[in-house]
């Protein structure tokens, strides 16, 4: 496991080393480096080796881990709450070596600085100019550890190079290494002292994941596998290759009966006394948006390809649309005052707005992909 104390020098941040795996900004090839063509099967067993390989280190969080995958896959960024110590740095530490990508952990504190993370301008005396020195942010795998802490403006600087996937430094774009991923968590135990994140900047994320405890037997393997000597994980992909996964992932055939399910499902929580649900329609006072109904599609697309199919199941959409619209939605002051969980409202949509009968297959539904 990559230590944060060998990272770099910048406040309140620390960068591990990077591996000797180059980081491509270009397109690769679309097809694996045996040379062979790429199929859903050996696309799918290429993943399933790194999900196995991260879970030698990882020991449950089994669907952590898928979603971590499958974020990636997606080109979105992950949102984890959970308390402190269930392997969130971990994980992320482990996928960057398993991808054989740069790792980043940037601590969020209320005295941190935009420039902590961006970078700044340093004079060099000698040369009388100005050099620009990129900040830690600037790696393929970014852990923003309790993002609720940092002030608005680091929020607002943090969230606008995820959506941009570039920083401004200087006059001049710098981009971002591919593949980008950001993975912020937040405690839900303390709320002293922490900037909650506004619905703008939630809605950033693409998904948002509930860390729960691990059970008792996982418990105990924990305490044997992480003895004297706690395993490793070796590297599994590139990012070149990632990088071709994530072109096949936004490939993956979705039937135009699920393109609209999935937007009936997202405007139900905007107008739910339409779809059926009138009796959650006094909790949720702002639905979710349209980037919630591209999250839930891409979500989706990515957990077929993991699943080793290049067509999207009605199943794959229920599966990661809660993940999606956590988040999204705003409830209202009754929803908060009864204490409503959003996870509640939620399944009563996913219950309520009825799934297409349709075949998934591409060359059953004799279109091109969506």
């Known amino acids: ?72 896959l997606a080109k979105g960024h992950l949102l984890l709450e959970g308390v402190p110590g269930v392997a969130k740095t971990l994980a992320v530490e482990t996928f960057a070596r398993v ?45 923003a550890d309790e993002i609720n802490r940092a002030p608005a403006k680091v929020q607002s600087a943090m969230l606008e190079v995820m959506a941009e996937r570039k920083l401004s430094l200087a006059g001049r774009d710098h981009p971002m290494p591919d593949p980008f991923l950001v993975l912020a968590t937040q405690n839900p135990i303390e709320n002293e002292g922490v900037y909650p994140l506004p619905e703008a900047q939630r809605d950033r994320f693409l998904f948002k ?89 891409s979500g989706a697309r990515a957990l077929a390809l993991v699943r080793g199919r290049d067509y999207v199941l009605p199943q794959d959409v229920l599966e990661v649309a809660p993940d999606v619209l956590r988040h999204r939605l705003v409830l209202s002051y009754d929803a908060v005052a009864d204490q409503v969980p959003v996870d509640h409202i939620v399944s009563r949509v996913l219950q309520t707005v009825p799934l297409p009968q349709v075949s998934a297959r591409p060359s059953a539904a004799g279109q091109g992909p969506a």
């Open 1 to 72: 496991m990559w230590e944060a104390r060998a990272g770099c020098s910048f406040t309140g941040v620390t960068r591990a080393p990077r591996s000797n795996a180059t980081v491509s900004t270009s397109p690769s090839n679309d097809t694996p480096a045996s040379g062979s063509p790429s199929t859903p099967a050996h696309d799918a067993e290429r993943l399933e080796r790194a999900v196995l390989e991260v879970k030698r280190v990882i020991v449950g969080q089994d669907r952590l881990v898928e979603r971590m995958l499958v974020g990636l």
């Open 99 to 143: 991808v054989g990508g740069s790792f980043a952990r940037l601590q969020f504190t209320p005295d941190l600085v935009p420039a902590d993370i961006l970078g700044t301008r340093i004079y060099r005396q000698g040369r009388e100019e100005f050099d620009v020195e990129l900040g830690p942010i600037v790696a393929n795998f970014v852990l």
């Open 209 to 297: 994941l509930l860390i729960e405890y691990p059970g008792v037997e996982e418990e105990r393997e924990i305490i044997y596998r992480m003895g004297s000597e706690p395993p490793t994980a070796t590297q599994v992909l590139t990012p070149a290759e990632l990088v071709r996964l994530q072109r096949t992932a936004a490939g993956v055939f979705v039937h135009h009966a699920l393109v609209d399910y999935v937007v009936r499902l997202v405007v139900a929580t905007r107008l739910p006394d339409e779809h059926g649900l009138s009796d959650v329609a006094s909790w949720i006072a702002y639905g979710a948006s349209p980037r919630a109904s591209l999250g839930i599609v």
